[in-house]
């Protein structure tokens, strides 16, 4: 008896080693194995050893970061909502104040790619507060836990890619590159990607500093809006007055196009009553909430303002900003 229990317990020992061997790895022993393979793919793709090393040394998973990932809003806001929210009295005083404040340099920067300074104050001011405002995660802890979490991964870890080779280039520590939980940087809130393809270095200091710098913010917010093929000769649009019994639902959803003279012929008018202008501009008619009540008739600077953000409510709120704060 006494032998078939010693060959009970040995059995039971033995079955019980394989199943824990035939677990998976531990949380940490997973992410470490990740972290591994993240190094040899950083390390091939030409990032120094001593990048990766001193800014994946202390990398960790977030919690706060899933937990945001995973509980974004998703109650409906309807634009005149968001609009109260994001255009304040406050913020379109504080634009005036900071655009005249820094006039000369909007200007210059302006001149050079081509946009207006009120746009640039605009972006800035709604992204981040006018630099107030800019998220205080660790860029490379936010987008390894986003990476490694598996929403969105191959995204998120071409993002952290990028965020080491902006760190090997010596634009920013690891230490200093913060930004929102979603890895979105500085004072334009550029994720990694858009860092690189559209930073600035205006002070020719050797660093593209979005993160302290006005004058790179200005003139990397100004190139990316250069680059999605804005116009200075336009602004974004206007809201417009409806006629009434117009359907233009199907018009707002197809992305039809039309000039100002057609617009004129079907009857549509600025908000106040008075004739749409003379210009005849190409347009197409926006109604943020799908209702004719709320209407815009909108240019192709528009459409350059939502390679930024793809938002509707986003593009209209920097161009109610910018009129806001023009002279």
Request: aromatic share 12%; hydrophobic share 40%; proline share 3%.
């Amino acid at each position: 008896m006494r032998i078939f229990k010693i060959f009970f317990i040995t059995i039971t020992s033995l079955m019980l080693s394989l199943m824990l061997s035939l677990l998976p790895a531990s949380a940490d022993e997973a992410f470490s194995t990740w972290l591994d393979e993240l190094r040899r793919d950083a390390l091939a793709g030409g990032i120094s050893q001593a990048t990766i090393d001193t800014a994946l040394s202390n990398v960790e998973l977030r919690e706060k970061v899933v937990k945001y990932d995973r509980n974004q809003p998703e109650f409906k806001m309807t634009y005149p909502i968001y609009l109260k929210k994001v255009v304040t009295a406050g913020r379109v005083a504080e634009g005036k104040r900071l655009w005249e404040e820094h006039r000369d340099l909007l200007t210059e920067i302006g001149a050079h790619y081509g946009v207006q300074p009120r746009f640039i104050v605009a972006l800035w001011g709604i992204e981040s507060g006018f630099g107030r405002f800019t998220g205080g995660f660790s860029v490379i802890n936010a987008l390894a836990t986003m990476a490694y979490d598996g929403r969105r991964a191959k995204f998120f870890r071409k993002e952290l890619l990028e965020s080491l080779r902006i760190i090997d280039e010596g634009h920013i520590s690891a230490q200093n590159m913060k930004g929102s939980w979603a890895g979105a940087m500085g004072q334009c809130q550029f994720m990694p990607s858009s860092f690189r393809a559209y930073a600035v270095d205006w002070d020719k200091d050797g660093k593209q500093d979005i993160w302290g710098t006005k004058a790179d913010v200005f003139a990397s917010i100004a190139n990316y809006l250069k680059q999605a093929r804005w116009r200075d000769d336009l602004t974004w649009g206007r809201q417009v007055k409806l006629p009434e019994g117009f359907d233009g639902k199907q018009l707002a959803e197809d992305k039809i196009t039309k000039t100002m003279d057609e617009w004129r012929a079907l009857g549509v008018r600025n908000l106040d009553g008075a004739p749409l202008p003379d210009r005849n501009i190409t347009s197409r008619l926006v109604l943020p909430d799908g209702e004719e009540e709320m209407a815009f008739i909108v240019y192709s600077n528009f459409d350059s303002t939502l390679r930024w953000n793809r938002s509707n409510y986003f593009a209209l709120a920097v161009g109610a900003l910018s009129d806001g704060m023009a002279y």
